[in-house]
Structure formats: C-alpha cells, structure tokens
C-alpha cells in the first residue's frame, strides 16, 4: 500500500530550473503517467520521487512520510530504467537475485564467497532462489536465467528489467521510458504486459514517457508536464476531451488538434465568414481547437456516415493532399479563411471508399464543425468554456 | 615496382617476401630500420655481457666476443650476489606499490567520475595539475622526511612516494565516466552501498584498465632506479635493477658483470611482456598514452 504525495518540489542543476514547484497526489494502486516533452523534468521528477535526486525545496511523502532523508532503497520502490540498467557481466538470475541479496543479507555475507560460506548466506540462499524462480516464471523468463544480458534481445532485456523491479516485492513501481528501447510491435505487446502487471499486482505505479500515446492507453490518470510546470492531471479522456490549455489539447491526440483563429463579439463567436452562436465571457481575438477527427466532410461518400453529418455549421476547405492510413485517410489542407494555417481532417472509410476518386469534385470541400466538440481558448492559451445552455437556445430559435 | 618481379612462374622463396609495390617496399625497409633502432640496445647489452671488459671498449667493434666470457659474467651475476633476493625485492615494491595505488585510485576515480560533490571539479584540475609534478621535485624533503623518522633503507621508504598515482585516479576517472549512470542508479535503488558499486559493478567494468595500468606502473617501477639508489643503503634491500650499480665504482667499472646483471634484471620483464602483450598494447591503444 503506498500513497504518493509531492508537495511544491522545486529543483533547478546549476542556473538552470528545471522543476518550478510541482505538487501531485497519486493515490494507492494507481497507474499514473508523467507525460512531456524530453527536457520538461519529467524524469527529474521521478528520480527525486526514486531518491536519486534531492530537490531544491518541497517534499515527497510516501504513505504520509517525508522521504527526503531516505535512501532510494529504504523507500520501498522499484525502478525500471530507460537502457534496463542491467549489470552486465552477471547472468539474468544474478541480476534478479541482487535486490534480495541486498536486502535480505547483511554486509559482511554479501560478499561474493561469504554468500555460499556463512550461515547468514547459506541460509538465505533458497527463499532468494525461490523469490527470482517465481518472478522470472510469472515474465516467461525462467528459461533465461543463465544467460548474461548481452545473450537477450531487447524485449528479454526489458522483462528482466521488470523482473529485477518485481523480485524485492516493492510498493511502488516507477518507470523511465521503459518501452522507448523497443520496435514498434513489441512496444504494443509489453504496453499490453505491464498494464496487465499493474492490474494483478494492484502497486502503485508512476510511468514516465514522452509518448502520449503510451500515457492514454496505460493510466488511470495523466499529469502533463511542461517545462518544469504541471499543465493537468486527469484521467486520459479529461486531458483529452476537456483540456484546461492550448498546450494540453496541443500535445495530447494524434494528429495534433487544429487550431484556427477566431473572434468573440457579442455571444458570438466568428471564424471566417461563419457566425457560431457560442457565447464566450470574452471579446476579440480567440483560438479555436478542432480534433481531427471531429471535422465532417457531408458530400464526399466513401467515408462513414459519422463523418458525412449534415448538421453543423459549414466553412469551406482547400484540400491539399490526401493520406491513406488503411482504415482512415488523413486530408491535410486549410480553411478558406486562413490559407496558411495547415488543417488535417481525419476521417474513416466506409466500404464505398474508391482512393482517389472519392475527392473527384475539386479540391474544395465544404466541412461542417459541430459545436459541442469545439475547444476555445483565449490569447493566453487558457480554455474558454462557453455556456452551452445559451448557446442551444439560440440555436433553436 | 616492375623490375623488383621476377618473371619466374614456380613461386621461390623471393616471391613470398618480395614486396608488392614500392611503397610497401618503402614502409618495410623503414619499419626494419625502426626495430633495428629499438632491438639493437638490447643486442649490444646482451653481447657486451659475454666480454670482459676491456672488449667491450675495443675499437674494433664486433658483435660476436673474441674472449667469451659468457659463463662467468652470468655466473657472478646470479650465483655471487642475492640475485633471488634482488628479484624479491623489486616483486615486494612493485607490488607494494601497485595494490596501494589500485586501493587509492579506484575509490577517488570513482567519486571524481560519478558522485556529485562541491569543488569535484577543482579537485580534479589539481588531479590533472599533480601529474605535471616530477618526481625529482620532491625527492629532497621526502628524504629528509624518510630520515628524520628513520625509515630509510625500508621496503616503505621504496614505495612511499608512488603509493597515491594521480596518473592512475586520471586514467580510471576518464575510464568509470563512461560507465552508465543509470546502471548505478539502478544499483542504488537495490540497495547497492557506494563500495559494493565499485565493487560488484565497476571493477568487473574496468578489467582491461585495470590490467593495462598495472602493466604500465609494474614495468616503471621495475625500472625505476633513481628512487631506490637514494633510500636504499644495504645489499639486502636492493632492487634488481640498483643492483647492477654495484659493479660500478669511482675507480673502476667492469662492463662485461654490468651488462650481464642488466640482461638478467631486465629479463624478467621481458619476459612478462612477451606473455601479456596484448593487453599492453590493448592498453596502450585505449588510453592513448605513449607506453
């Protein structure tokens, strides 16, 4: 059982601040992702969490105790690192041994002969081999356990880097990049193993990646960081459907969100030539987010229904070049009333789909946006929420 | 080159040897010269060791002795003096020296390459500053010291000046930075002390380092003998390579017993290289340094 808390950690490496006051819950048994671009603190943050760091001021408690003055391996946590940080010259099962070797003999019976020649040793000797069998079955490794790490591929290397985590019975789990060492189908399976793992173990897990993807289909909760400051926590679909800045909705969703220019007058917002009745508590210039694939394209057939809707209000669109992604294709080009700005509408294929004559009518499109999916934000960057009760009845009038 | 072939078309002896251009020519022949630079100090010592002495001043120089004096020379060398002893004392102070300096070196080489500490960066430029400082510089008040507590003519007072390398804490540090960190991260996680990384973690790491530097300090103060001819004063604290003053005086020297002890001394280092020359020359290659 393990309750995580941060409390305004600070932590700057020489001028350099890397960490401007970061406070964060996580609760027990949660899978919590920190997710940010490389060079946003993020995996500063989780070695001061793991006690390789210290930080500058703040704290971190763990189950309501301030571990500052505690030893990385006083704090009941296990980490996986990025490279696996395997010892290279001992075999897989000596790597795994090693947590329980350090924690269940003293100092003096460490020592490489003095294991297999002290009582203290000898005696330790079978709950250690037992403890390094039951999780190297528990991975599907237990038929690797001679080899030396330079014998694995990378995703060998990865569950032993799981393994040895797993092995010392930890309370909390913490992980760096643990998946951006591996090809593309195996990142999918291991993605797949570890949220498993999370689910029978019930540990508290924190999960640090720069990929959002990774951080969506893993957690029960996301914390965005951004240089050095907490943007959102939420579960994946709040920082996806309701995101409190620009900077969230920019970086979670892929393609990213669309952002157009706009203005708020009068409980209206304009985009172009098309008045949205959307009563905003601002007026001027504002920045509209449009999830890719919230866009309708209503007289193209070949695509499903969901992206052919008639309702919505219509703008018109320059197509510049299509993309075919198998299920879905991938339309990039603007809005006639912003040439510049690069739009991507994403869009799924019905069975009618005929490649490139679909779009046979010309390269402008009528697309119709549907207001509830719209994000609005001000020139700062921070959400606008607009009172949709007002905005319903107008229109319906 | 053409001319150089000849047209013959059953393969002699010349064919396997002969050069196939001119510029593999021009590379042997310097190459040749190069070794016979390096070789012929230790023809000239191993010949010279055969003569006796007013031979070896002859003019006519030849590298074969007239006189072979051979079997007496070798035989004063090892069977009149404590050649054994000699040779037991110069393992006693090379080894001496090369453990203390390993036991020195490899704790402050790690703390220098890997923990993060106020001022490391200036202990280190002291590091870098006290390799420029030669031993001749601080030989005198060593000595003095060495004498006011009355440990001259000691195996201590041989290894004394050499126990703490700086060349060793440089080499090592420059070698551990590359070590991964997050291996040591890992290791700290599992519970690892500072002393168990070095030892379950770093060392196993820095095996041909380790290896190439002990050749480098073994040979050195295998050959060393400005040191040894100051603090040493009795026969049976000798070296095996002071030992070969003894047969200079200021009255008289016989060349043909110097040489002789000088085969023998430098013997079983050469020896030695023959059999760890590759992790010599692995050292010399990774370190970049001039053996």
Same mark, same amino acid.
């Given at each position: 059982m393990a309750q995580l808390t941060l409390k305004n950690i600070k932590k700057s490496f020489g001028d350099t601040s890397v960490l401007h006051g970061i406070s964060l819950d996580v609760m027990d048994g949660e899978f919590i992702s920190l997710v940010g671009q490389s060079g946003c603190g993020k995996s500063t943050l989780l070695r001061i969490i793991a006690g390789l760091e210290q930080p500058d001021s703040g704290d971190v408690l763990i189950d309501g105790k301030s571990m500052l003055d505690a030893a990385p391996k006083d704090r009941n946590i296990a980490m996986v690192f990025q490279d696996y940080a395997l010892y290279p010259h001992m075999s897989v099962g000596e790597n795994m041994a090693m947590p329980l070797v350090m924690a269940k003999l003293p100092l003096y019976a460490r020592l490489p002969v003095m294991r297999r020649i002290t009582p203290a040793g000898r005696n330790a000797q079978p709950e250690i081999r037992a403890g390094v069998e039951k999780v190297a079955k528990q991975l599907r490794i237990d038929h690797l356990l001679d080899r030396k790490p330079a014998q694995l591929s990378g995703g060998q290397r990865q569950r032993v880097a799981l393994g040895r985590a797993l092995v010392r019975d930890p309370q909390t789990f913490l992980m760096d990049?643990?998946?951006?060492?591996?090809d593309a189908k195996l990142r999918v399976q291991v993605r797949t193993e570890i949220t498993e793992l999370h689910a029978s173990s019930g540990l508290t897990f924190v999960y640090v990646t720069h990929d959002q993807v990774e951080a969506m289909t893993m957690s029960s909760r996301v914390a965005l960081l951004q240089t050095g400051r907490l943007l959102q926590v939420g579960t994946p679909n709040d920082l996806f459907a309701d995101p409190d800045t620009l900077d969230v909705a920019q970086f979670i969703g892929s393609p990213e969100i669309n952002i157009t220019v706009g203005e708020s007058q009068n409980g209206q917002v304009i985009i172009g030539e098309t008045a949205l009745p959307i009563a905003l508590n601002t007026t001027g210039p504002i920045q509209i987010g449009i999830r890719p694939e919230t866009i309708c394209i209503p007289n193209v057939s070949g695509l499903v229904a969901a992206h052919r809707a008639a309702h919505g209000h219509t703008l018109k669109f320059e197509k510049r070049l299509v993309e075919d992604l198998g299920p879905e294709i991938l339309i990039h080009g603007a809005f006639a009333h912003a040439p510049e700005n690069i739009v991507r509408i994403r869009a799924q294929k019905s069975d009618t789909y005929s490649g490139v004559d679909t779009f046979a009518q010309g390269n402008t499109l009528d697309v119709k946006l549907n207001l509830n999916q719209l994000l609005f934000f001000g020139a700062d960057g921070q959400r606008l929420r607009p009172d949709f009760s007002t905005a319903k009845r107008a229109e319906t009038v | 080159m053409a001319d150089i072939s000849s047209p013959s078309s059953v393969p002699t002896w010349f064919d396997r040897i002969k050069p196939k251009s001119f510029g593999r020519f021009v590379t042997t022949v310097l190459l040749f010269i190069g070794a016979w630079i390096m070789v012929f100090p230790f023809i000239w010592m191993i010949s010279s060791s055969l003569k006796p002495t007013d031979e070896v001043y002859d003019a006519d120089f030849s590298l074969i002795p007239r006189t072979f004096k051979g079997f007496e020379n070798y035989y004063a060398v090892i069977f009149d003096q404590p050649y054994l002893i000699f040779l037991m004392n110069s393992m006693i102070v090379c080894t001496g020296i090369l453990v203390i300096q390993l036991l020195t070196a490899i704790p402050a080489a790690y703390a220098l390459a890997k923990l993060k500490f106020r001022g490391s960066t200036i202990l280190f430029g002291t590091v870098i500053a006290a390799?420029?400082?030669?031993?001749n510089v601080t030989s005198i008040p060593l000595y003095i010291g060495l004498v006011r507590v009355g440990l001259l003519d000691t195996y201590f007072a041989m290894m004394f000046p050499f126990i703490v390398s700086v060349f060793a804490i440089f080499l090592f540090r420059q070698f551990f930075r590359s070590f991964p960190d997050s291996i040591i991260q890992a290791a700290r996680v599992d519970g690892f002390s500072e002393i168990e990384i070095i030892l379950r973690l770093i060392l196993p790491a820095a095996v041909p380092a380790i290896a190439a530097f002990s050749v480098f300090s073994f040979v050195a103060h295998w050959n060393d003998l400005y040191w040894p001819l100051i603090v040493v004063q009795s026969q049976d604290k000798m070296t095996a390579t002071l030992s070969?003053? &003894?047969? &200079?005086?200021m009255f008289d020297t016989d060349y043909g017993l110097t040489y002789a002890s000088a085969t023998v001394v430098t013997a079983p280092m050469v020896i030695a290289f023959l059999f760890a020359r590759r992790l010599f020359i692995r050292g010399i290659t990774m370190t970049g340094v001039k053996g």
């Open positions: 990049e643990p998946l951006s060492n591996l | 390799i420029t400082i030669p031993i070969m003053m &003894q047969y &200079q005086s």
